[in-house]
């Protein structure tokens, strides 16, 4: 391929200095009718609703029932996870004139795609347009999370080495077991409903910043799509933000769950750029890369991944712990190690798992999708906490 000249929209964080480790988190949330906990289609109707403080950190979604919200950018975890906590809180107090509630997870346990309905904004009616049917599937949410990096050859080294975490940041983060008001059988029914989207999933090594921009800009430039967020990849650089971006993450229902794995996506960047923990590991080939990111998908901690060295399967849990031990000096010096120690509860308390267990309570999926809300704006196991109390 050859040599282009610098893009305009490649100019790492717009040509000003980036802080490295800063955060940003951003997670979906649904919006719902709380007679019946279905899915609610407002949001054309709320986001214009909303006092200017929430409405400049909350944005519309593809799906009318779903809305983003977004954080500053942080330097630690607490701060992030504690403004995500406030905004939480202030747009449940802002939904209640409405007659709506919210609720965070990786999917509406019973939502079918013939009720949902695409947002009317630019950028919605762009993705229809391009997606057709396809924009119309039943609304998933994820979490993502933005960690600032230095400089664009430095993103490239931590999107390279992230690539490799994919599929135990989706096992601890699964939280979606339903779809169309069925158990799956799938931790993460998201994953594969976002999968039928293009541009989606793990995406290729590249071997300096300007092989991305190469790639990227021929998309661009051949009307492939506008620009670099049309790119739906589990993780990628943010040039624009100065950021590397992990979007393969379920959204979680509790803040606490998910200043645990925002602290794991903060220290996983620092490990690698600092000590290249991963690039000391055997190659992670593209095909086991992809059938480990499935087995999460399907089994979430459960899963048991394909050791490319052992020539094995290993079981999720074991991998864990040396990574979390790994980690520990990198949070120290982050100031996120408390939240780090939230990993581990994940591990032993799975969203995917909490969630089968409310479903089995007599008001079976309502009864969930009403857990959820009641969860929102609390601190804590949450949905794990109720899953337990039979």
């Not at 992230?162 to 029914?189: C, E, H, I």
């Not at 052992?310 to 991998?319: C, F, N, Y």
Request: glycine share 6%; charged share 20%.
């Amino acid at each position: 391929m050859k040599t282009v000249p610098a893009a305009q929209w490649a100019t790492w964080n717009g040509g000003a200095p980036a802080a490295a480790y800063t955060l940003g988190v951003e997670e979906e949330v649904m919006l719902l009718e709380p007679n019946g906990w279905s899915l609610a289609h407002a949001a054309d109707m709320v986001l214009p609703s909303l006092t200017p403080e929430l409405a400049d950190r909350v944005t519309p979604e593809t799906h009318r029932s779903v809305v983003e919200l977004r954080t500053n950018v942080n330097t630690t975890v607490g701060d992030a996870t504690r403004e995500l906590l406030g905004w939480r809180k202030q747009l449940v107090e802002e939904l209640a004139p409405m007659g709506l509630r919210a609720a965070s997870a990786g999917t509406h346990p019973f939502a079918v795609w013939h009720d949902t309905v695409v947002g009317g904004g630019e950028r919605q009616v762009m993705v229809y347009g391009s997606m057709r049917e396809l924009a119309r599937r039943e609304p998933t949410c994820a979490l993502h999370v933005h960690v600032g990096v230095a400089s664009a050859e430095a993103a490239i080294r931590a999107h390279n080495a992230l690539r490799g975490y994919v599929p135990m940041m989706l096992a601890l983060s699964a939280n979606s077991p339903f779809w169309q008001g069925r158990d799956t059988g799938l931790a993460s029914a998201r994953t594969p409903l976002f999968q039928a989207f293009p541009r989606v999933g793990i995406p290729r090594h590249f071997t300096d910043y300007e092989d991305y921009v190469n790639t990227v800009d021929l998309l661009i430039r051949c009307d492939a799509f506008p620009e670099p967020t049309f790119l739906w990849w589990d993780v990628r650089p943010q040039p624009r933000l100065g950021t590397v971006e992990v979007r393969i993450m379920d959204a979680q229902t509790t803040v606490d769950e998910t200043a645990a794995l925002v602290a794991f996506v903060q220290s996983l960047v620092r490990l690698e750029l600092e000590e290249g923990y991963i690039s000391a590991q055997p190659l992670h080939l593209p095909e086991v890369l992809d059938e480990n990111r499935f087995l999460a998908a399907r089994d979430g901690m459960e899963a048991e991944f394909i050791d490319v060295a052992a020539e094995r399967r290993i079981p999720a849990r074991q991998l864990l712990e040396p990574l979390l031990q790994a980690l520990a000096p990198h949070a120290y010096e982050l100031g996120c190690h408390a939240e780090l120690q939230g990993v581990r509860q994940l591990a032993r308390h799975p969203g995917a798992i909490d969630q089968l267990a409310v479903a089995r309570r007599p008001k079976r999926l309502r009864g969930l999708v009403e857990a959820l809300s009641e969860c929102f704006c609390t601190t804590g196991p949450g949905v794990a906490r109720l899953a337990s109390d039979e």
